[in-house]
C-alpha cells in the first residue's frame, strides 16, 4: 500500500497538474489570469506562492516510454513521421509560436514580479521553482527556434514576448543556466522537501541535461565555448554521485530487474528515482501502462541491432551466431535488456485476472492492430491485469532517473577529454551490473558495422551513445540527442524505416486472418514500415536541426526565418 503522504501530495499537487495537462498550449495557465491574483491580494504568504507555483507542475518531464521515441530512429510509429521524412510544411500560424505556447513563461515571470512582496519565510524557495519551470521553458523554444525573443519580466501578456527581438541562442541559455543554479540554491534538500515537490536534486538532475544538451549542441554546431557547459554537465552529474543517495536498482536479478523498475507502484523509496510522479486509485491514474501493450509503434531494426551480446560485442564482432531469420534466434545471447524491451518468444500476454486470457507469446505480433514492427514494446508493460484498465494505471511514473546522470556524466568527462576507466566503473559501468554485462572499458575496439553519424566518431564515444541509447529507450531522449551531435545522418539509415525480418517460412506460421501473410518486406525481407517512402531510406536536411517560425510571425513582426526554410 502507498504511503499516507503521497495522498497529500495528489491533494495539493497533482489534482493541478492532470488539470493542466488536459488543457492544450498552456490555456490552463489563462484559467486564473495573473492580474485576479492581484486583485485578490495574493503574493502575500508562503501559501499564495505555493498555489501559484502548482500550476506549472503538470510541465514537469514525466517519461512515458511508449510514445517518447517515435521521432527518432529508434521506433516506427504507425503513421510516417512528418517531419523525419522532410515533408514538414511552414505553418501558417501556431507552430509552437502562438501567444498560448508562451504563457508559461509569462506566468513565471509574472511570479518573479511579484513575490518578493511575501512575508512568507519560503518564499525564495518557490521563487526556485517557478525559475526551474522558466529554464525548462525556455531551454524548449531554444531547442525547437534556436534565436526566441528574451524576456525576463512581466508584461501585460504573452503577446510582447513572441514579438520580441529574436535574442541569440547562447545569450538565452546563459540566462537559463542562471535560473537553473538559483534553483540549485534555493530549492530545499530532498529529504526536507514535501513530497511531490521540487528539491535541490531535481535541480542538480535538469541542470545536468540541459548543461550537457547545450555543451553538446555548441561542440557539434560549430557555435564555440562549450567546455563551461560540459564541465557544467560533469559537475552536476558529479554532485548526485557523490551524494550518496541514489544507486542503480537491482535486486541481483539481471534477467528482470530492468523491465521491472518500470512497473512499480511506488517509487518513493526506489534507489534509481531522483524524482518521480505517483499515481494512485481513486484520486489520480493515467492509461499508458495499458498503452505500452497495446500501442502499434514498435523499436526500429537498426535500434534493435545496436544490442550488444552477452561478450560486450556487437554483431560484427561477437563470438555468436547471429541469426535474425526467427525471433528466438535474434534474441538468443543478447543483452538482458533486450528481452526486457521487447517482447521475445515466452513473455506472458497477461490483459485479464483469468487464466485463459493470458497467453504466452509464440510469434512477434505484427500488422493491422499489432505493433508496426513485430519488436512489441514492452518497457513499462505491467504483468498485472489490474493496470490493464483503461486509464487505471497507478504504476508511478520517472521525472529523473539516476541512469540518465550516470550516462550523462560519462558523456560530459568524455568530452572534457577527462574520462579515465574510474569514471566509466562509477557510471556506465553500474548499468551493466545490473545485467550482468561486461563492462566498457576505454580501449574499445570499433564496432565494423558502426552507424554512420556523418563524421569521424572514436569507439569509445561510439558505446557511450550506444549505451545511452539502450538504456533510456523509450525515454525521450532520443531525438534531442541526435539534434544536439547534429547527427541528422542517423536518420537516413533504411534500416530506421525497416521492422523484424519476416522470411516466407515465418510468414507461414502465422494464421490467414492474420494478414500477415501479405506484409510488405524488401529483397532481404524485413518489414517495410512505410511503402510511401524510398526504399533507401530517408533524406536528411540539414535545415531540420531548427523547425520554422510561422508565417504569420514573418509578417506581423518581420522575422528573418530559420535557414532553410
Known amino acids: 500500500m502507498k504511503n499516507l503522504y503521497k495522498h497529500i501530495v495528489f491533494a495539493g499537487i497533482l489534482l493541478a497538474t492532470l488539470s493542466q495537462t ?21 503574493f502575500n504568504t508562503d501559501n499564495d506562492l505555493k498555489i501559484f507555483a502548482n500550476r506549472f507542475y503538470g510541465s514537469l518531464p514525466v517519461q512515458i516510454l511508449i510514445y517518447n521515441d517515435g521521432d527518432s530512429d529508434n521506433m516506427v510509429p504507425r503513421n510516417v513521421n512528418t517531419f523525419l521524412a522532410g515533408n514538414y510544411t511552414v505553418p501558417a500560424s501556431g507552430g509552437g509560436w502562438s501567444t498560448g505556447d508562451w504563457n508559461g513563461i509569462y506566468n513565471c515571470n509574472f511570479f518573479l514580479d511579484n513575490y518578493s512582496r511575501s512575508t512568507g519565510l519560503h518564499k525564495e524557495q518557490f521563487a526556485a521553482e517557478v525559475r526551474f519551470f522558466r529554464a525548462l ?38 540566462k537559463v543556466l ?56 560533469a559537475d ?6 557523490n551524494s550518496g543517495r541514489y544507486r542503480v536498482y537491482s535486486t541481483g536479478n539481471p534477467t528482470k530487474d530492468y523491465r521491472n523498475l518500470f512497473i512499480q507502484k511506488d517509487l518513493s523509496t526506489n534507489s534509481e528515482a531522483i524524482m518521480a510522479r505517483t499515481y494512485i486509485q481513486g484520486i489520480g491514474t493515467h492509461g499508458y501502462t495499458r498503452t505500452a ?36 534466434g535474434e534474441a538468443a545471447n543478447r543483452d538482458p535488456r533486450y528481452a526486457q524491451t521487447v517482447a521475445t518468444p515466452g513473455f506472458v500476454w497477461t490483459e485479464n485476472p483469468d487464466p485463459t486470457r493470458q497467453q504466452v507469446v509464440t510469434l512477434p505480433a505484427v500488422g493491422s492492430g499489432q505493433t508496426s514492427s513485430g519488436y512489441w514494446f514492452i518497457k513499462g508493460r505491467s504483468s498485472d491485469p489490474e493496470q490493464w484498465i483503461a486509464q487505471q494505471s497507478d504504476l508511478d511514473l520517472f521525472i529523473f532517473r539516476y541512469a540518465e546522470i550516470l550516462l550523462n556524466y560519462a558523456e560530459a568527462k568524455y568530452e572534457l577529454g ?42 569509445l564515444l561510439y558505446e557511450i551513445r550506444r549505451e545511452r541509447r539502450i538504456e533510456l529507450i523509450g525515454e525521450g531522449f532520443r531525438f534531442d540527442d541526435i539534434m544536439r551531435w547534429k547527427a541528422g545522418k542517423l536518420i537516413e539509415n533504411p534500416k530506421t524505416i525497416r521492422g523484424m525480418k519476416l522470411t516466407p517460412a515465418l510468414k507461414a506460421l502465422y494464421p490467414a486472418r492474420s494478414g500477415v501473410a501479405n506484409l510488405p518486406v524488401d529483397s532481404n525481407n524485413y518489414l517495410i514500415m512505410y511503402p510511401s517512402l524510398p526504399l533507401t531510406g530517408r533524406v536528411w536536411n540539414d535545415k531540420q536541426y531548427l523547425y520554422p517560425l510561422p508565417t504569420d510571425q514573418l509578417q506581423l513582426v518581420g522575422y528573418r526565418q530559420n535557414p532553410g526554410w
Open 178 to 233: 542562471e535560473d537553473l543554479d538559483f534553483a540549485v540554491q534555493h530549492l530545499p534538500a530532498k529529504a526536507s522537501a514535501e513530497a511531490g515537490r521540487l528539491h535541490k536534486d531535481a535541480a542538480l538532475a535538469l541542470k545536468s541535461r540541459i548543461a550537457l544538451w547545450e555543451g553538446t549542441f555548441r561542440k557539434y554546431h560549430g557555435l564555440g565555448d562549450e567546455t563551461s557547459w560540459l564541465q557544467a554537465a
Open 293 to 328: 501493450g497495446e500501442n502499434s509503434t514498435g523499436c526500429s531494426k537498426d535500434f534493435m541491432e545496436n544490442y550488444l551480446f552477452t561478450d560486450g560485442k556487437p554483431i560484427s564482432g561477437t563470438s555468436f551466431t547471429y541469426d535474425d531469420s526467427t525471433p528466438a
Open 137 to 174: 521553458y525556455y531551454w524548449d523554444k531554444v531547442k525547437t527556434f534556436g534565436d526566441v525573443p528574451l524576456v525576463l519580466t512581466k508584461v501585460n501578456d504573452a503577446s510582447p514576448i513572441i514579438y520580441g527581438p529574436r535574442v541569440p541562442h547562447k545569450q538565452v541559455m546563459e
Open 236 to 241: 552536476a552529474s558529479q554532485a548526485l554521485i
Open 22 to 42: 488536459a488543457c492544450k498550449n498552456d490555456d490552463f495557465l489563462d484559467k486564473y489570469p495573473p492580474d485576479s491574483f492581484n486583485e485578490k491580494g495574493y
Open 418 to 459: 577527462t574520462l579515465s576507466q574510474g569514471d566509466l566503473d562509477i557510471s556506465i559501468n553500474k548499468l551493466r551490473d545490473r545485467v550482468g554485462m561486461p563492462h566498457l572499458t576505454t580501449t574499445v575496439s570499433a564496432d565494423a558495422n558502426a552507424d554512420n553519424y556523418g563524421y569521424t566518431v572514436t569507439p
